[in-house]
Each structure stands twice: as C-alpha cells, then as structure tokens.
C-alpha cells in the first residue's frame, strides 16, 4: 500500500477553508437576522404592580424553608426545663383524625 505525501501539505489548507467559508456563512446569517430585526416592529411587555409584588413574595417564600425557627427554638428550650406541657386530649384526637383520615382514603 502507497502512502501519496505529496497531497499531505494540501490537508491543512482545505480544512481552513472550509472553516473560512463556515465562519462567512454564520456571519452571513448574523447579519441578514440583524437586518430582519431592525425592519420588524420592537414588541414591549410591562408588569403589573401587582405581578412584580407577586414575584417578590414568592421569590421569597421560595427562599424560605417553611420552618419557624424562633418558635422551634423555644419549643426545645421548654421541653429542656421541663416547662413544655402536652395537650394529650388534643393529642389523641389528632391521632385519631389523622389514623381516618389515612383509611377513608383506601
């Protein structure tokens, strides 16, 4: 088998131009959008007071984990001085609702 390295110097030069013509092409494209864009008339969105408070407060509760930690925080504080009493009337009737709760669904 016969390896031509005389066309091996060519290789490079043709992979160049390819990418030349690649590069001529995108522009090519980039320019045309660009002057389509300018032609068409510029579309404007405007928010709401409302909207953007909207945005606001669930951008915030997102950021939130949902747990009050003060409250948590003296909860243990209670429990740790033996100061902490337990409805357990309460208690048993959330068990209760909670246990049918569960079942009535099935």
């Known amino acids: 088998m016969a390896i031509n390295i005389n066309n091996l110097q060519n ?4 992979k160049t131009d390819k990418v030349e013509q690649n590069v001529q092409r995108q522009q090519a494209t980039v320019q ?3 002057s389509q864009a300018a032609n068409q008339k510029q579309d404007s969105v405007s928010i709401t007071p409302q909207a953007q408070q909207f945005s606001k407060l669930t951008e ?15 909860i243990k504080q209670a429990i740790a001085e ?3 009493k337990i409805n357990v009337e309460q208690l048993a009737r959330r068990i209760v609702q909670f246990e049918s709760e569960i079942f009535s669904k099935k």
């Open 32 to 34: 045309q959008n660009a």
């Open 60 to 74: 915030k509760a997102g950021n939130s984990s949902g747990i009050d930690q003060e409250k948590v925080d003296k």
């Open 82 to 84: 033996g100061k902490y």
């Open 11 to 14: 290789t490079p030069q043709v």
